[in-house]
């Protein structure tokens, strides 16, 4: 699994009767890998993996893989706050056509570090592929501590990175500093995450604009940070709006409003409110 370049953390598009849209999921991973991404997530935050049934998730995982047609690598979400229960769900996973696990760190639970560690040793140990760590404080309550990310690496040479949404740069400069693959999880601290040494990033803004996320990416990771900055900045309006209220209430109305999904999310998470439709919307028309 290579990690560097651009990845898409895809959205899961639901009818207006609130089933999975598999017509509209087609549509949507034909134009992202049309955009130019480097990889496809699937099953992960974005993508309101925690209200999809395991048959809905199969038969996600089976669509992005027929249109995809093994032309790029796909990223599989396979995490929670149960470890047996992921480990279960690990060895009963047919990973055919899928390159590696991304796993986010419990949730609720709240556990030490050594819980971190020793839940994440237990994936590693079951998982074929590679594993992704998924360090996102602002959703799980906690943060997965550098020096317990460079203890998994060295223990398990399947734990091959991690993606990091912990909203700030010092969690990346001591991974990278000290020879951890890191991949940014934000949109927004992409550039300046890839200027410390990251090798690309996860993205949610890709599933409505990837052109314009690969080209800062891109741009980025070629060194040439003056074009990575003017196509930063060209796509400042959206990443201002895109997540105004929520990921991923506000990616789906930009989707929604460029034509390709219905405005539907399942509960708890419901779509954006009126005030950030509206800004949202304004945006979007000044950005076509």
């Given at each position: 699994?290579?990690?560097?370049?651009?990845?898409?953390?895809?959205?899961?598009?639901?009818?207006?009767?609130?089933?999975?849209?598999?017509?509209?999921?087609?549509?949507?991973?034909?134009?992202?890998?049309?955009?130019?991404v480097n990889y496809l997530?699937?099953?992960?935050?974005?993508?309101?993996?925690?209200?999809?049934?395991?048959?809905?998730?199969?038969?996600?995982?089976?669509?992005?893989?027929?249109?995809?047609?093994?032309?790029?690598?796909?990223?599989?979400?396979?995490?929670?706050?149960?470890?047996?229960?992921?480990?279960?769900?690990?060895?009963?996973?047919?990973?055919t056509g899928i390159a590696?696990?991304?796993?986010?760190?419990?949730?609720?639970?709240?556990?030490?570090?050594?819980?971190?560690?020793?839940?994440?040793?237990?994936?590693?140990?079951?998982?074929?592929?590679?594993?992704?760590?998924?360090?996102?404080?602002?959703?799980?309550?906690?943060?997965?501590?550098?020096?317990?990310?460079?203890?998994?690496?060295?223990?398990?040479?399947?734990?091959?990175?991690?993606?990091?949404?912990?909203?700030?740069?010092?969690?990346?400069?001591?991974?990278?500093?000290?020879?951890?693959?890191?991949?940014?999880?934000?949109?927004?601290?992409?550039?300046?995450?890839?200027?410390?040494?990251?090798?690309?990033?996860?993205?949610?803004?890709?599933?409505?604009?990837?052109?314009?996320?690969?080209?800062?990416?891109?741009?980025?990771?070629?060194?040439?940070?003056?074009?990575?900055?003017?196509?930063?900045?060209?796509?400042?309006?959206?990443?201002?709006?895109?997540?105004?209220?929520?990921?991923?209430?506000?990616?789906?109305?930009?989707?929604?409003?460029?034509?390709?999904?219905?405005?539907?999310?399942?509960?708890?998470?419901?779509?954006?409110?009126?005030?950030?439709?509206?800004?949202?919307?304004?945006?979007?028309?000044s950005f076509k």
């Amino acid at each position: 699994m290579n990690l560097k370049g651009t990845g898409v953390a895809l959205i899961t598009p639901f009818t207006k009767e609130n089933e999975v849209d598999y017509t509209a999921l087609t549509k949507l991973v034909n134009k992202v890998m049309e955009g130019g991404v480097n990889y496809l997530v699937v099953l992960g935050t974005t993508g309101e993996s925690v209200t999809l049934t395991k048959d809905e998730k199969k038969k996600v995982v089976a669509k992005v893989k027929e249109v995809n047609a093994g032309r790029l690598p796909i990223m599989i979400g396979i995490g929670g706050n149960n470890t047996a229960e992921i480990v279960h769900e690990i060895e009963s996973t047919d990973f055919t056509g899928i390159a590696s696990v991304l796993s986010v760190s419990p949730a609720y639970n709240r556990p030490s570090q050594e819980g971190i560690y020793q839940h994440y040793a237990a994936i590693a140990k079951a998982s074929p592929l590679p594993v992704v760590l998924y360090n996102v404080p602002a959703r799980t309550g906690g943060s997965v501590a550098v020096e317990t990310s460079l203890r998994l690496a060295k223990d398990f040479k399947n734990i091959i990175a991690m993606k990091d949404a912990s909203a700030g740069l010092e969690q990346c400069k001591g991974l990278v500093n000290s020879g951890f693959a890191v991949t940014s999880g934000d949109d927004g601290l992409a550039l300046e995450m890839i200027k410390l040494g990251a090798v690309g990033l996860i993205s949610v803004i890709a599933n409505a604009y990837p052109k314009e996320v690969v080209a800062i990416v891109n741009a980025a990771l070629e060194g040439d940070f003056t074009a990575a900055q003017e196509a930063h900045n060209h796509l400042l309006p959206i990443l201002n709006v895109a997540f105004d209220d929520g990921n991923p209430s506000s990616i789906k109305y930009l989707l929604h409003k460029q034509g390709l999904i219905e405005n539907t999310l399942r509960l708890p998470l419901v779509p954006v409110k009126k005030e950030s439709a509206e800004r949202i919307e304004k945006v979007w028309e000044s950005f076509k």
